[in-house]
């Protein structure tokens, strides 16, 4: 029985950054045997905890129940492999040197950096409440990251690649120019949809931690041109019911924005796709919930990452 703080193969545990980190940099050994440091990607796993842990002085501890550590690890862990899967079997394609698969670790490390508040924010009481541009301000930081980390050349190709991840702009108009770069970011932004709709918690945390982080970020409902506001979800158990229609959408952009850099996944594993899999075993679940009801039959229990003193939503979270 797969468990709920591991990842689709139910090895590693993607709360723990050293267990991640220890993955991802075996797979490094594998691919590079040495050449190439990855020095960049272990200093980017201990910054990552440092921060998400409440331990820098310049940002608060992560308060995002659904955007947590254990999603930014999943997601690294899936780029890797997706990196690994394409450059174990490129046939023709430019192979990937091992500064680009440390730019594409540390940029799905930082990719939702965005959700985190500086301790000085007197504006904001949530990280959610940064949803609609926490891609922006992800890039922002990767720009400054990239130059810490001796990868100063880098520092502009992450600032567009975090892009992939979000839907602030189209897939098609990101600036990246470089034909490789560009399928890095295919591979980040697949990354980022594969892991999270593979958790084994998916519809669980859909419910109980997505729901009440649209609502802070301002994606439960939008303002219509005629003036009326049109309601989006209505409750967490809504968004779960409506989870494959946003399969369906996901799936057009893992084909066509992204060109279906998933496959890469099976490259990986020798054949068989274990996120495609799981992703599609969490779809049917969500498609036999005919009511809004039927959600609230849930009852895996997620990890919790957040700390203790980090402050909870409102239990009462809704659309007013």
Known sequence: ????????????????????????????????????????????????ARVYFGKHPDYFPCD?????????????????RLM??????????PPLPPELFSLGVITALFHDFGYLRRRADRRHRYGAE???????????????YLKRVGMSRFARAAAQLVHYTGYERPAETIRVTDTLLRRVGHMLG???????????????????????????????????????TQIMFESGSDLVRKTPGFYANASKRLDFQLARAYEYAGRH?????????????????????????????????PPCTLLPEVESYPKDLVIR
Not at 13 to 42: F, K, Q, W
Not at 130 to 144: E, I, K, P
Request: with cysteine.
């Open 1 to 48: 029985m797969r468990r709920s703080e591991y990842d689709v193969t139910n090895r590693i545990c993607t709360t723990d950054p050293g267990e991640v980190g220890a993955e991802v940099l075996r797979l490094h050994h594998d691919l590079y045997d040495g050449n190439g440091s990855a020095r960049p990607i272990e200093r980017a796993f201990d910054d990552l």
């Open 64 to 80: 995002t129940g659904y955007h947590d550590i254990q999603h930014v690890l999943d997601v690294t862990l899936a780029m890797a």
């Open 84 to 93: 690994h899967g394409y450059e174990r079997s490129r046939n023709g394609s």
């Open 130 to 144: 940064y949803t609609l541009n926490h891609v922006s301000r992800g890039s922002s930081f990767l720009l400054r």
């Open 190 to 228: 697949t990354a980022d949809i594969i892991a999270q709709m593979a958790d084994r918690c998916y519809l669980e945390k859909c419910r109980d931690r997505l729901y009440p982080e649209f609502v802070l970020g301002g994606l439960a409902r939008r303002a219509l041109p005629d003036g009326r």
């Open 269 to 301: 594993f020798g054949g068989q796709n274990l996120y495609v899999e799981e992703m599609q075993k969490n779809v049917r679940y969500a498609q036999a919930m005919t009511t809004v009801e039927d959600a609230d039959m849930l009852r895996r229990t």
